[in-house]
Every structure is written in structure tokens, then in C-alpha cells.
């Protein structure tokens, strides 16, 4: 496991953009380097469940939900430990906590985006998005 911690969340209105980080750091658990684990962003608005907005794996391979493609961006810098989402023309309906989710072994395409795939989370940050 690493811990990981969000940075980034905010306030904006319709239209625009926000990018969280996600800054990984290893403990005495860790057994890998972070290049090697999937990762991904997670995010729960008030009243509903959890839901998988985009992931990345070791490969670079990256998989997102539809609600947010061609909007949002996963990338990673494994030199830096760090996960990102770019998220462009943001909508209201994006409003909600935000968390980044890690893995220490390979994720099938299938699976990215199911929260039980992930044992390694941060503590969320709140983007909120006015219309």
C-alpha cells in the first residue's frame, strides 16, 4: 500500500477547469515502486454512491467513464509519485468529493473503475461547480 494524498479541489463555475494531484508516498507496507501500481480517481457526490471517473495502470493505459470523456484527463508522473486529473468544462453535475485510489498490481481493463479493485485511498477533495 502507499498513502496518497489530494490536492487541487475548489470552487468554479460552469465551464471551467480544475486539475487535482495526488501526491503517493510509501510506507513500511509498500513493496513496489508507485510506477508499478494502477491508480485511479474516484468521486462521491451527497446522496449517491461511488463512482470510478478515470484510471491509468502501469502501461499508461487509461480508462474513463462516459459522463466524463473527452472532458477529463488521468495522467501520471511516476518520478514524482503523482497522479493528476485535468478536468475541462466542468458541469455541475461534476460537484463532488474527489479521491485518488491506488493499486499495487496491474487492474484488468474490465475493472479500472470498480472501487473494490483499490486499496490504497486518499482523504478526497471537494470540487464544487456552479451553473
Known amino acids: 500500500q502507499v498513502q496518497l494524498a489530494e490536492s487541487g479541489g475548489g470552487s468554479v463555475q460552469a465551464g471551467g477547469s480544475l486539475r487535482l494531484s495526488c501526491a503517493a508516498s510509501a510506507n513500511s507496507a509498500s513493496r513496489y515502486p508507485f510506477s508499478k501500481y494502477s491508480a485511479a480517481w474516484f468521486r462521491q457526490a451527497p446522496g449517491k454512491e461511488r463512482e470510478g471517473v478515470a484510471s491509468i495502470v502501469s502501461d499508461g493505459s487509461t480508462s474513463y467513464a462516459d459522463s466524463v470523456k473527452d472532458r477529463f484527463t488521468v495522467s501520471r508522473d511516476n518520478a514524482k509519485n503523482s497522479l493528476y486529473l485535468q478536468m475541462n468544462n466542468l458541469k455541475p453535475e461534476d460537484t463532488a468529493i474527489y479521491y485518488c485510489?491506488?493499486?499495487?498490481?496491474?487492474?484488468?481493463?474490465?475493472?479500472?473503475?470498480?472501487?473494490?479493485?483499490?486499496?490504497?485511498w486518499g482523504q478526497g477533495t471537494q470540487v464544487t461547480v456552479s451553473s
Open positions: 485510489a491506488a493499486h499495487w498490481a496491474y487492474v484488468w481493463p474490465t475493472r479500472r473503475l470498480n472501487s473494490h479493485e483499490y486499496d490504497s
